[in-house]
């Protein structure tokens, strides 16, 4: 059995179309200005759920304040320590799904320029805690004085989404800082003082964002803008790639953004010269790029495979990803292992060249609901993508 360790491997950066971070199971807010990829910007939108709100009795309380309760779910990428600025605004367009069905990153609503609030704080994703906002007097004793006469604009989530259509969280895209996940149950909170008892007790109605047992589907997305630039600019249509020869040697993979690494195999068919050739084993092993990951924007464990043509159209999912093997004692050395050998034995077997390749992907969890990233190497002296072919020649 003989061994090729052969660069004849191409990697390109390409977009998967079509991110539905409606159905990702949280919201994502925040900004950052990476090295590579550029800025990024995260804004939820979001109605409330309405249909469970509290009878008040207005003899016997008072209003407080309002306010909009954020639940950290533990996500965060990159730096936490840098304070991050909100924005809350009020939607003025009502939050639906377009043509496609689906809440999209690139979907966008109308907002009022005025903020409810806005709030500077440093963020703890990893503690069991919760960040509140408190919101303008104006809308939360209007709210409260609605409550309190049980206004047909709080009698259904129809009539309230009428009347609140829902709210944009808008983060500051002057000062780099972490992306950050909070949970469905995150609320907003109308807080009032119960003067019935002694002594005077603070109370709260709530409307959650996504409520269990709701008859009514609260809506929610979170847009994801990434900066105009040479990336973005080359990949107008889900049929760009860009080469990493216009990277400097690298290739991205960021979810939200859709950025995903096509893996092409050129000269591959050159391989049917050797005559009565037998593939035992075809591994890829890729290099992320040093520098490029720590504790706060970790590697993911496994890379998903994914078979396009072409077009970058998906036809067939790979049964096998990309596994992580650490580099534990010096932290350089990671790489991604990929067993490729059915694909090498179907190019090899196929009589008429194509251009199918591989999609290094993450997982659709993370790919609607994050933005990791993860910068493969192409190109370079020690870290260059290799393709390990074991093969045997067979006796006539």
Do not use: C, W
Not at 34 to 50: C, R
Not at 332 to 345: E, G, I, N, P, Q
Not at 349 to 376: H, K, M, P, W, Y
């Amino acid at each position: 059995m003989s061994v090729v360790d052969s660069a004849t491997v191409s990697l390109s950066t390409i977009k998967v179309e079509s991110i539905l971070t409606g159905n990702a199971g949280r919201i994502l807010v925040g900004y950052h200005d990476d090295e590579e990829l550029g800025s990024v910007s995260a804004t939820p939108f979001f109605q409330f759920d309405a249909s469970d709100i509290d009878v008040i009795d207005e003899a016997t309380t008072a209003f407080d304040y309002a306010a909009l309760v954020l639940y950290y779910d533990g996500y965060s990428f990159y730096d936490t320590t840098a304070s991050t600025t909100l924005a809350v605004h009020q939607v003025t367009e009502t939050i639906e799904p377009g043509e496609t069905g689906y809440l999209l990153a690139t979907d966008y609503f109308s907002f009022e320029q005025d903020p409810l609030s806005t709030v500077t704080f440093s963020p703890k994703p990893n503690r069991d805690d919760s960040l509140e906002i408190v919101l303008s007097d104006h809308l939360g004793l209007d709210l409260y004085t609605k409550i309190i006469t049980g206004d047909s604009k709080v009698s259904s989530n129809e009539e309230f989404r009428k009347y609140i259509k829902g709210m944009a969280l808008v983060p500051d895209n002057t000062s780099s800082g972490s992306i950050m996940g909070f949970t469905l149950k995150s609320e907003l909170r109308v807080y009032y003082r119960d003067k019935s008892v002694t002594p005077v007790k603070q109370k709260f109605v709530s409307m959650p964002i996504s409520a269990d047992n709701t008859t009514s589907v609260a809506y929610y997305f979170t847009n994801i803008t990434p900066a105009k630039n040479l990336i973005t600019e080359s990949l107008a249509t889900g049929e760009s790639r860009l080469s990493s020869d216009s990277t400097s040697g690298m290739s991205f993979i960021q979810s939200g953004t859709g950025l995903a690494i096509r893996v092409d195999f050129p000269h591959l068919q050159t391989l049917k010269s050797v005559e009565n050739m037998y593939i035992v084993k075809a591994q890829l092993q890729l290099f992320p790029v040093r520098k490029s990951f720590d504790g706060t924007m970790p590697l993911p464990a496994t890379l998903y495979v994914d078979q396009v043509d072409k077009r970058n159209d998906f036809y067939q999912q790979s049964s096998t990803g990309a596994v992580l093997v650490e580099d534990v004692s010096l932290g350089r050395d990671s790489y991604y292992l990929l067993d490729v050998t059915a694909f090498v034995k179907e190019k090899l077997a196929t009589e008429e060249f194509n251009e199918n390749a591989l999609v290094l992907i993450q997982s659709d969890a993370d790919l609607v609901g994050t933005l990791n990233r993860v910068f493969l190497h192409a190109r370079s002296y020690d870290y260059a993508t290799k393709l390990y072919l074991y093969y045997a020649t067979l006796n006539n």
